[in-house]
């Protein structure tokens, strides 16, 4: 452990690139824990290295103030269309139970969501109190977002093939690897988690050999790497980017990055890319995680990453995966707002099908598949405009759940460690943000992202009475979560004793529902996610498989 001393609620620790100043803090339940935020864990990514792989940080001369947070990464505030952050956003931010133990303690690495777009490590959003109540480590940092996280070029001589926010993420977990014994942690018992598009990012990272052994285990909440928003083709993006802007030149990758070099940053997160058939194919954002185009050293997605599945380095370690209960329902505002999506999808249910199935049948073939959708979520009422809660259900699956099956199969098939899977169901009226936000007083169920606000401290939630059913989820949250980082086994003792058991079965998936109490059982999904499972051809198609126990390929989609 490095020398480190405290006076007068300040706390100094001397690391080999330089000291930080941190703080004693208190989370809102005054336990104390020891803050240290806006770590630099890269150089800026200015200049030169705007698109580029990040550099590592260089060392420092004297004591830097890490006692409060950096800016967030540059993007745009899709609410009030402001602009925040700022380019130089490559920070993180370390919070330790304690400083001094007799065993270093366990770490839990978290990588925001935000649609590759938006989000960061903020206090105000994913504050740490709840964590500190634990013996543990907890890191949050920041990556850059949209087009300066993730715009690629084709031409190998400019050392742009994208993915630039992925190798923030893999620099971020080497810096822990190498670093975070100086704050009690231990490097060799890492867990990294993350929601949404973080979730999404733990799943890739467990797939790129670009970060082997850099974490003993994974949970990824409401996102994997297969989901179809994290693998939409950048046609043209650039070029697309810069034409917003002005440019006049023509499709060629040296001009284009020579005209988007010289823009404000702020431009580069304001801009309306996707056409009108990308849109009609529920294209969600131009600019994500690609399969880069050349390969080169630090190379983090060669291929597809469902052809990764078979072959990834993290097949020896153990994974916790989930979502909400009603993921689509973050969808509620845009559907009310654009009615038109819903007519769309009635009038073509083919476009509610995977597009590798799409890809792989006849027209008539997936008019057929989509009307079956349509029956299997809407039972025997009729499809029209006003369904709006049966349209948010299919997102439910489009968009997460199908594709969270699709992984946890391909575990079973391949991993030789345990999966274990949980189902966030608990319904606050008035705590879950998500739902609050994207939805009306009647809307009810638990929206995508809900669960966060059980793990992080957000500055618009209030402090709870330890007798209700919101302060008991919270600990039943953290309880679980650090237990695993702890030991790999999500079976808490400490608040409501359960057995949560691997997956073993391929059908009738049994995990947690983590609700009113916590039950292992059959998730209630499970009818759903095999019917729209027998939409592929076959286990290959569906999982990377060769075959796949009790699915009988050739039977009907049910009717549930």
């Known amino acids: 452990m490095s020398q480190n001393a405290q006076k007068d609620g300040e706390c100094i620790i001397t690391l080999p690139l330089g000291g930080i100043k941190g703080r004693e803090s208190k989370t809102i339940y005054d336990q104390k824990f020891f803050s240290f935020e806006g770590i630099p864990y890269a150089q800026p990514p200015l200049g030169e290295l705007r698109f580029r792989a990040p550099a590592q940080v260089e060392p420092w001369k004297g004591i830097k103030d890490c006692t409060k947070c950096a800016s967030k990464p540059l993007q745009l505030n899709p609410v009030n269309e402001s602009i925040e952050g700022s380019e130089d956003c490559l920070y993180l931010n ?132 297969l989901n179809y928003w994290v693998n939409m ?167 997460f759940w199908h594709d969270f099956h699709r992984t946890i199969l391909a575990r079973l098939s391949f991993a030789l460690a345990p999966t274990f899977l949980y189902r966030f169901g608990f319904d606050s009226p008035d705590f879950n943000p998500n739902r609050r936000r994207y939805s009306d007083e009647k809307a009810r169920g638990v929206s995508h992202g809900d669960d966060l606000c059980y793990l992080f401290h957000a500055r618009d939630s209030r402090k709870l009475y330890p007798n209700s059913a919101e302060y008991k989820t919270i600990k039943r949250m953290i309880s679980m979560w650090t237990t695993y980082a702890t030991t790999g086994d999500p079976d808490s003792q400490t608040t409501d004793p359960i057995i949560w058991d691997a997956v073993t079965k391929y059908y009738n998936l049994r995990g947690v529902n983590i609700g009113q109490h916590l039950e292992f059982k059959t998730i209630p999904e499970v009818d759903k996610l095999e019917a729209w499972a027998k939409l592929y051809k076959g286990p290959e198609q569906l999982c990377g498989a060769h075959k796949v126990e009790d699915y009988n390929w050739g039977d009907p989609l049910p009717t549930i």
Not at 107 to 135: C, H, K, Q, W
Not at 154 to 167: Q, R, V, Y
Not at 179 to 196: A, E, L, Q, R, Y
Request: net charge positive.
């Open 233 to 399: 083709p950048q046609t043209n993006m650039a070029y697309r980017l810069a034409k917003f802007h002005g440019y006049n030149g023509d499709n060629i990758d040296a001009n284009v990055l020579q005209f988007l070099n010289k823009l404000d940053p702020a431009k580069l997160v304001v801009h309306s890319l996707l056409n009108k058939d990308e849109q009609r194919k529920s294209y969600m954002f131009p600019f994500g995680p690609i399969v880069e185009p050349y390969i080169e050293e630090g190379c983090i997605i060669p291929e597809r990453p469902f052809n990764m599945l078979k072959n990834a380095w993290s097949n020896k370690i153990s994974m916790m995966i989930g979502g909400t209960s009603f993921e689509g329902l973050f969808m509620y505002s845009t559907l009310k707002r654009n009615p038109d999506i819903m007519k769309l999808l009635f009038n073509e249910p083919a476009l509610i099908l995977p597009e590798d199935v799409y890809n792989s049948n006849t027209t008539k073939e997936n008019k057929r598949m989509g009307e079956q959708l349509l029956k299997l979520h809407f039972g025997e009422k009729e499809p029209n405009d006003h369904s709006l809660l049966h349209y948010l259900d299919i997102y439910s699956y489009k968009i």
């Open 94 to 225: 370390v919070y330790a139970k304690r400083l001094n133990s007799e065993k270093p303690l366990p770490v839990l690495v978290f990588i925001p969501g935000g649609s590759f777009r938006a989000g960061g490590a903020r206090r105000e959003t994913l504050g740490p109190d709840y964590f500190m109540n634990e013996d543990v480590v907890l890191v949050t940092f920041n990556y850059r977002l949209c087009a300066l996280g993730f715009l690629s070029l084709a031409d190998p001589s400019l050392s742009i093939p994208g993915n630039a926010g992925l190798k923030d993420q893999v620099l971020a977990l080497k810096w822990v690897k190498q670093f975070i014994s100086h704050f009690n942690g231990d490097p060799k018992n890492v867990t990294v988690f993350g929601s949404s598009a973080g979730a999404a990012s733990t799943h890739l990272l467990m797939l790129s050999e670009q970060a082997r052994d850099l974490f003993k285990r994974a949970i990824a909440m409401s996102g994997c790497a």
